[in-house]
């Protein structure tokens, strides 16, 4: 038998003591854990010449960013602010150009504590409209304001890291020609005043009531033989006149407005109405107008005044 004494007996100590170390102590100096990634995907976000894409997060902790390659055709500015208490910011995406195109942008997330990320559209306009100051003469004045159109929204959990892929289409100039007629229908049609619309409805609905009663008059009286024809030129004689002294009745009440902005300082809304609102609701009357005189050249309206 060999004895191992003093220096080679701690040499061999040494040696063998890692061959008895115990799994569980080996395991705990490095732990591996699979990547935790969750990937979510909005519906495509269409966005015109004008508009901006916001994708906003908010949270208690930290939140890391990881941001790709911004892609030619748009642009990124980005903001964080951030406190002992919480942590939030905002990525806005919007096109350089009017061109139409479909882009993929993926940012990602990333926090020790639950977060929010919402994604919104904002859809720009452009209003107009006239201010007076005491003394001057009303002044045009535009401003640029959004509405926002909410996308998506998401609590992310905590240590997950959240990839957001954001499939954008860019419209170019013929879908922007289309969007901006659209506005500019609807933002003219909602600038006529409430009062103007309020004194063709009081006006008119009288002379239609008349027009029914009268076709229900003649058709009692059975001195023609009654078409919906009859019905028809009857129903557009009241009509084309009673546009006619509504015309007649607003252009007077714009008038008296207008006298009262200039010398009493009426506000804007009131004393300053733009001129042309007065030709929209005015419109249908070149057409009747038309069609009346035809009808009355043609003979429709002899028999009518005959039965009357």
Not at 187 to 193: D, E, K, Q, Y
Request: with cysteine; net charge neutral.
């Amino acid at each position: 038998m060999t004895v191992v004494r003093g220096r080679h007996a701690l040499i061999l100590f040494l040696l063998l003591v890692p061959l008895f170390a115990t799994p569980s102590q080996a395991s705990q100096s490095v732990e591996i854990r699979p990547a935790q990634i969750i990937e979510i995907r909005p519906a495509q976000i269409n966005l015109s010449p004008e508009d901006t894409l916001r994708i906003a997060y908010a949270g208690k902790k930290q939140i890391r960013t990881v941001l790709p390659k911004t892609p030619t055709g748009l642009e990124l500015v980005a903001t964080e602010q951030s406190n002992s208490s919480s942590n939030q910011g905002a990525l806005y995406l919007s096109p350089e150009n009017a061109t139409e195109n479909l882009y993929q942008y993926s940012p990602a997330f990333y926090s020790s504590a639950p977060y929010t990320v919402a994604v919104t559209a904002l859809r720009y306009n452009m209003t107009t409209y006239f201010a007076k100051e005491m003394g001057n003469p009303p002044i045009e004045v535009r401003v640029l304001w959004s509405t926002p159109e909410s996308i998506a929204e998401y609590t992310c959990p905590e240590n997950i890291t959240v990839q957001v892929n954001l499939s954008i289409q860019t419209l170019g100039s013929s879908s922007q020609k289309s969007t901006s007629l659209q506005s500019s229908v609807f933002a003219t049609l909602s600038s006529v005043p409430q009062w103007e619309i309020g004194l063709y409805a009081i006006i008119l609905t009288p002379f239609l009531g008349i027009a029914i009663l009268n076709v229900r008059d003649l058709q009692r009286a059975r001195k023609i033989i009654w078409t919906t024809r009859h019905s028809a030129v009857m129903v557009l004689r009241h009509l084309f006149f009673g546009l006619v002294f509504s015309f007649v009745v607003v252009c007077t009440v714009f008038s008296a407005l207008l006298i009262g902005g200039v010398i009493l300082g009426a506000p804007p809304s009131l004393g300053w109405t733009p001129i042309w609102t007065l030709l929209i609701p005015a419109l249908p009357i070149i057409p009747l107008g038309v069609v009346y005189a035809l009808a009355k050249r043609s003979g429709w309206y002899d028999l009518l005044d005959e039965a009357g």
